[in-house]
Every structure is written in structure tokens, then in C-alpha cells.
């Protein structure tokens, strides 16, 4: 059974870079679509952005210019990165596997809180 | 930018049925999921290209997707199934999630 889960830091400055780090078990991040998605408190849903293991990825248009998705593969981890937070950003961040040809999100991790503030 | 609305509450009795819509243009030309949030937790899967369930959801959760709606029915509903439910489809390969709607079996 696949299991994800995120780390990293739960408090970032306005302005500064937040890294996530998505470490899969159970399974291997070869052949799957990998997505980044967060929930303010509160609030719905928004997905972020998709990466596969060979490095296909696409953006969400709102967030494209500051996110960036990287793959360790032979770590089997998923890593985020975007630039230039602010509060707006405060969240809690999940990754999760797509699968099928329809990319529906099979799995999913626990979640982290990332607070911006100073 | 691609939208799927929803409604923000949908109230119903034990036993009884209720449906959830998620409306966006040309939605039945896309496949559509669905996931239940309960507080606190994970979104779970309970609907993928709009009519299958994954394992060990129960037959209760049904789908479907026509036209510029998506629905999702619970059949018999159970205070257990008591969460927020969100839509989700790709247009052009972007990722869109509908605004949600909470569920209260009253």
C-alpha cells in the first residue's frame, strides 16, 4: 500500500522560499503523475502543479511563475518549491499520486500546515 | 481560467439521498472525480472517471456526468458519510477543483 508523506518546514517568512518534500513508500514514484495541492484553513482545495518521474510537469497558471517541482528518484521523494510567499500562501500542502489515463488522485498524504508569517 | 462550481451545503435526513452537483462548461466532455473530506483529515477518492467506485468505498456513492454537470449521489445515507465533498476534472492539462459542498445528515 502506497503511502506519502510530507516534510518541511511549518513556519516560512513573507518573502522567503518554501521547500516540501514528498517521500513515497510502499511504491515507486516510476510511471505516476505527482501533484502538489493545498487548503488554506478553511477554505477549498486548489492543485498546484504535476510532475512525472521523467519529468513532464505542468503548473497551475496562478502559482506557475513562482513553483517549482522537482523528482529524486532514487530517493522516491517529490519535492515543491515556491518563491516569494506571503500570508496568501498560508496552507496546508498535500501531495498526491495520479493515476489511470484519466488522472484521478488515487493516494494522498497526511498533509503539512505551512504558516507564513514573520 | 476553467471553473466547477458547487453548492456550498447540502442537507439530508439517515437513509435518505443526496445529491451533490458540480457544474462547469462542457464538464461532460472531461471526466470527472470526486473526494469526501472529513475534519481534520485527507481528501479519500469516492468517485473516479464519473461513475467508478475504488475499492472499499461503499456501493451507496454513485456518479455521473453529463452536459455541464456532474453529480454525485449517496444512496441511504449515513451519518458516517457526514464531510466535505469536492469535484475535480483537467481542462488543458490544469488541475481545477470545484468550491466544495458540505454535507449535514441532520
Known amino acids: 500500500q502506497v503511502q506519502l508523506q510530507e516534510s518541511g518546514p511549518g513556519l516560512v517568512k513573507p518573502s522567503e522560499t518554501l521547500s516540501l518534500t514528498c517521500t513515497v513508500s510502499?511504491?515507486?514514484?516510476?510511471?505516476?503523475?505527482w501533484s502538489w495541492i493545498r487548503q488554506p484553513p478553511g477554505k477549498g482545495l486548489e492543485w498546484i502543479a504535476y510532475m512525472s518521474d521523467s519529468g513532464s510537469t505542468n503548473y497551475n497558471p496562478s502559482l506557475k511563475s513562482r513553483v517549482t517541482l522537482s523528482v529524486d528518484t532514487p530517493k522516491n521523494q517529490v519535492s515543491l518549491k515556491m518563491t516569494s510567499v506571503t500570508a496568501a500562501d498560508t496552507a496546508v500542502y498535500y501531495c498526491a499520486r495520479a493515476v489511470g489515463n484519466t488522472y484521478f488522485f488515487d493516494s494522498w498524504g497526511q498533509g503539512i500546515l505551512v504558516t507564513v508569517s514573520s | 481560467s476553467y471553473e466547477l462550481s458547487q453548492p456550498p451545503s447540502v442537507s439530508v435526513s439517515p437513509g435518505q439521498t443526496a445529491s451533490i452537483t458540480c457544474s462547469g462548461d462542457?464538464?461532460?466532455?472531461?471526466?470527472a472525480s470526486w473526494y469526501q473530506q472529513k475534519p481534520g483529515q485527507s481528501p479519500v477518492l469516492v468517485i473516479y472517471q464519473d461513475t467508478k467506485r475504488p475499492s472499499g468505498i461503499p456501493e451507496r456513492f454513485s456518479g455521473s456526468n453529463s452536459g455541464n454537470t456532474a453529480t454525485l449521489t449517496i444512496s441511504g445515507t449515513q451519518a458516517m458519510d457526514e464531510a466535505d465533498y469536492y469535484c475535480?476534472?483537467?481542462?488543458?492539462?490544469?488541475?481545477?477543483f470545484g468550491t466544495g459542498t458540505k454535507v449535514t445528515v441532520l
Open positions: 510502499g511504491a515507486s514514484i516510476s510511471g505516476y503523475f
Open positions: 475535480q476534472a483537467w481542462a488543458n492539462s490544469i488541475g481545477v
Open positions: 462542457k464538464l461532460g466532455d472531461k471526466y
